[in-house]
């Protein structure tokens, strides 16, 4: 017996909501116009961010290169397993561009390829200019392959958004009303007010509202990439970005993807709704931090058995101390996935060491606050870069192959 994910009313609803914003070609369309850099620029520039993205540019031009590390060691690639960097917590463009500031004035980091942002999806983070200046930064100048944005599903949104999406789909919304025209879904379980460390609670038909915000950011912005954290929402993002090419999805190690089971459960998931060319809007998945580099490589083998088009598994190698266990480092492992010829996405939520501001609380300041800490933020991210390079430069002197942003090569 065979049961299906999303039933007709589902589907329906997930249609109005796509067809409301002018339907999936459009929505592609205009997610590729807003990645244009000299349109970015512009409209950055009309927002008060144009003289940060010409100090960015200025800065990235002293980065550390690759060729010049290699060089200087005598690496060469010799074994199997490529590895791919990746940094988390760039918490809006302030943050960002004091990290950028550092290394530049370092001269010795090579850049993670990959940019996680754990930012609330807040109509002033979207339309202001903030969110549109940080993928100008990570995207166009660093060259990062991808920028990871993340909608919690408790950020609270003018009402009108979710009075829209109410009419659209024929859908209601448990949510409380806070004043000056904002609402907010109620969320009744443990965690942070924006819900369970990141969004994990999707009660009732909230997917809807999570499709609705990664939409209208991508509209506002061009940003491709976002944080799915909740079995539901990665079911609707799978359909829903179908005909959506260059819409794609990370999941979140708060998934507890910590064993084949569950990977097996998602690989079904992935299986049901692929686009017509056989690909799935999922690119990347995290692989939990209770798992051991040997469930690791079991799920590595079993995603590559699965003939499924090609999906990166990323594991962290530190952690904020409040998002578990004190002192873990999980770098070893990475070295016997990768000495197994099996390629790993390195992740750093932390540098391993006890500093201001390198946990959760730093993901759920208001925009006003985190522009206030934005230096104790890009000291926090800067240092996660440094982790991340001295790892990263480890495993190339180890023989593999490991991949930076664009802006850590000359050609």
């Known amino acids: 017996m065979h049961f299906d994910l999303l039933s007709d009313k589902d589907l329906k609803a997930m249609d109005a909501l796509l067809d409301s914003y002018g339907g999936a070609k459009e929505i592609s369309e205009k997610i590729e116009s807003m990645r244009d850099y000299e349109a970015r620029k512009r409209i950055a520039a009309e927002k008060g961010y144009g003289e940060m993205l010409e100090k960015a540019e200025e800065y990235t031009k002293d980065f550390a290169k690759v060729e010049d590390f290699v060089e200087k060691n005598g690496i060469t690639v010799t074994k199997q397993g490529i590895c791919t960097t990746q940094v988390s917590g760039f918490q809006a463009a302030r943050p ?15 850049f993670p390829t990959e940019m996680i942002s754990v930012v609330a999806l807040t109509d002033h983070y979207v339309y202001s200019g903030d969110l549109l200046s940080t993928l100008t930064m990570a995207e ?3 060259g990062a392959s991808k920028f990871c944005t993340t909608n919690l599903l408790g950020t609270p949104l003018p009402e009108e958004r979710f009075a829209r999406v109410e009419k659209v789909t024929g859908e209601k919304f448990e949510r409380k009303d806070l004043g000056n025209g904002l609402s907010q879904i109620i969320l009744k379980n443990m965690g942070t007010a924006f819900g369970n460390l990141g969004g994990v609670e999707v009660g009732n038909n909230n997917h809807l509202v999570y499709l609705d915000g990664i939409t209208r950011a991508a509209l506002a912005t061009g940003a491709n990439f976002f944080l799915n954290p909740s079995w539901s929402t990665i079911v609707a ?3 829903y970005a179908r005909e959506i090419p260059n819409l794609s999805f ?3 190690m708060l998934l507890s993807t910590q064993n084949a089971i569950q990977l097996r459960m998602l690989l079904n998931i992935f299986k049901e709704y692929l686009r017509s060319d056989g690909t799935t809007p999922i690119y990347e998945i995290n692989i939990g931090n209770a798992a051991t580099s040997e469930t690791f490589i079991q799920c590595f083998d079993e995603l590559e058995a699965s003939e499924l088009p090609r999906i990166f598994l990323a594991a962290h190698l530190r952690i904020n101390p409040d998002l578990g266990m004190a002192d873990f480092n999980w770098t070893e492992n990475a070295f016997k996935v990768l000495d197994a010829g099996k390629d790993l996405t390195i992740k750093y939520e932390s540098d391993g060491e006890s500093r201001p501001y390198d946990t959760m609380e730093a993901y759920f300041f208001s925009d006003e606050e985190r522009d206030e800490k934005a230096e104790l933020i890009g000291d926090v991210i800067y240092h996660k870069c440094l982790r991340c390079d001295k790892d990263a ?3 190339m002197r180890r023989g593999h192959e490991t991949r930076f942003a664009r802006i850590s090569y000359r050609k």
Do not use: G, M
């Open 96 to 110: 960002t561009f004091d990290c950028l500031k550092r290394v530049a004035e370092n001269r010795d980091v090579l």
């Open 140 to 142: 166009n100048i660093l």
């Open 237 to 239: 993002a799978c359909y």
């Open 250 to 252: 990370k999941i979140s």
């Open 393 to 395: 430069k480890e495993i």
